[in-house]
């Protein structure tokens, strides 16, 4: 996660891209998920779509060392510090993993 979200973008800076940082947007949660009060926290979620809206659902994962788990997400779901659940059907910010 940590490389995702910086290394990532220091590197791509580094190649000269104009677009270094991961496409944000705003999605449906499919499902509540929990984040830690002290700090902000990024869940790895699967993306579809409904009726033309954009669902994120939260996968199953082991904390921030769990490779398998980053491996098959499509997306990182920001959970705000201090924000302790957020509820299934919550409007909440992602950022989409580059393919």
Known sequence: MTFALFAR???VAMQGASQI???QRTAVLGRSVKGAKERESFLPGSLTT???RLIVEPLKWGGSSDFVGFARAAALIHVP???GVIEAGSL???FVLPE
Do not use: L
């Open 50 to 52: 409904d009726d033309g």
């Open 9 to 11: 973008a220091a590197i």
């Open 81 to 83: 510090a201090d924000y």
């Open 21 to 23: 940082n991961m496409d």
């Open 92 to 94: 909440v910010e992602i």
